[in-house]
């Protein structure tokens, strides 16, 4: 099961929501491959479906941009197994850098505003969802 934040900065406003965890798109490889847009990442998931030791940990993620502070909310999928290792990459769609993942509680991080850099964003729990 997964929750979702609202994102909220008390300098300038800016505000968004975003979800984290697991839902239940998440069940198998297949079914990840089934909703993700990018012909190359349902080609590794496809290769390490063929494979028996494959093991995975996959959920939506927050991504932050350390050098221009933007935000992403996102697929993280890790893939292994006894031949081969993968981690699906996320780069910011502004500065073109590589993006890092949030840890699950968006709210024990000090996360600076992506709109006025000054304020720091506060997480507010609002629901769980599947």
Not at 82 to 87: A, I, K, R
Request: with cysteine.
């Amino acid at each position: 099961m997964g929750e979702a934040y609202k994102l909220e900065c008390g300098h300038c406003g800016y505000h968004t929501n975003v979800f984290v965890g697991i839902g239940f798109m998440y069940v198998d490889l297949h079914s990840i491959a089934s909703f993700v847009q990018e012909a190359s990442l349902k080609q590794r998931i496809a290769e390490f479906e063929k494979e028996p030791s494959t093991r995975y940990k996959a959920c939506n993620a927050l991504y932050r941009c350390r050098a221009c502070r933007s935000l992403r909310n996102e697929l993280y999928l890790e893939m292994k197994s006894d031949s081969d290792y993968f981690v699906a990459a996320c780069s910011c769609g502004k500065c073109g850098e590589a993006m890092h993942p949030v840890p699950d509680d968006p709210g024990a991080v000090q996360l600076d505003c992506p709109e006025c850099a000054s304020g720091k964003l506060t997480a507010t729990f609002f629901m769980d969802w599947d």
